[in-house]
């Protein structure tokens, strides 16, 4: 009587333990590597992103206004459709392109940074080249007016402060190429900031200055290609970055910022800390929030 008891008990415990894995999605032996799963969806060609992620970091460190910065400009203007330089103050240029929309009075904004935080050897795998791979391969999949508004593509430049720069300076001394063109953007009805979005365990919370609705609408686009999992119901603390002045500026954005990525600012954010499946959630993600603004 008392064994069977015990074997009860040890079979409750199990199933209770295997709920709480199943609610959190952590069960283990059950799928080969769920973090290497891509999205359902295949509209996004992440083989392209994620080859223009590796060019970027090639490239070695990419801090704003060096020679691997101005070149990759160009490579990045010869890339976005309608690519154009717009002149950020302090000699920087941020790289800007379209895709015209159906209704001409719409517009809503893809952004990225496309520098790197000027530390010797640093070459800012997820911190720089994920989201300009992910923004540039939306840019080179979206079609004329297949969309309602257009959609302008912003990379921007200086969003690192320079490396002189104290930390407690960022927000006066980085986020320049922002700064510079949010006020012209101001009537956009959203913007949507791809920051640290290919770090090989992808799990990005709504992080707090984020607009809540858009959140949502980002959410329920992930879940419908298959990669809700990549954007949980958490949320994170406040971050600095370029959505800042075009929330200043008073358009709905979001950042998609895993900001629990250990390589942050370190000479470990390589090609090893980022993965093709996460730049491919986020890429066929916000390809189908956008198909719903
Ligand atoms: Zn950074």
Request: aromatic share 6%; hydrophobic share 40%; proline share 7%.
């Amino acid at each position: 009587m008392r064994a069977l008891f015990v074997v009860l008990a040890v079979q409750v415990l199990l199933g209770a333990a295997f709920a709480v894995l199943a609610a959190t999605g952590n069960i283990p032996f059950t799928s080969d590597e769920p973090e290497e799963r891509a999205a359902r969806a295949d509209r996004f060609d992440s083989a392209a992103a994620f080859s223009l992620l590796r060019e970027q970091v090639e490239l070695g460190p990419r801090p704003a206004g060096s020679r691997a910065s101005r070149a990759l400009g160009e490579r990045l203007r010869g890339l976005l459709p309608d690519g154009r330089f717009e002149a950020v103050p302090g000699g920087l240029r941020n790289v800007v392109g379209e895709i015209p929309g159906r209704d001409p009075r719409r517009r809503v904004v893809v952004g990225a940074h496309y520098d790197t935080k000027d530390i010797p050897g640093f070459v800012g795998a997820n911190d720089g080249a994920s989201g300009t791979a992910v923004a540039v391969q939306l840019a080179r999949t979206l079609k004329p007016r297949q969309l309602g508004p257009s959609v302008v593509f912003v990379l921007f430049d200086g969003e690192e402060s320079p490396g002189d720069a104290p930390d407690s300076e960022f927000l006066r001394r980085g986020l320049r190429g922002s700064k510079a063109i949010a006020p012209r953007l101001r009537d956009a009805e959203a913007m949507v900031l791809l920051d640290f979005v290919g770090d090989r365990e992808l799990s990005t919370p709504r992080e707090a200055n984020s607009d809540e609705e858009l959140w949502s609408r980002l959410r329920a686009a992930a879940a419908r290609v298959g990669a809700g999992e990549a954007f949980p119901p958490a949320f994170t603390g406040a971050i600095s970055d370029d959505h800042l002045p075009f929330i200043e500026a008073g358009v709905p954005s979001i950042d998609l910022v895993d900001f629990t990525y250990p390589c942050f600012h370190k000479p470990c954010d390589d090609l090893s800390a980022v993965s093709e499946s996460s730049v491919d959630k986020t890429g066929e993600t916000v390809l189908e929030l956008l198909t719903t603004l």
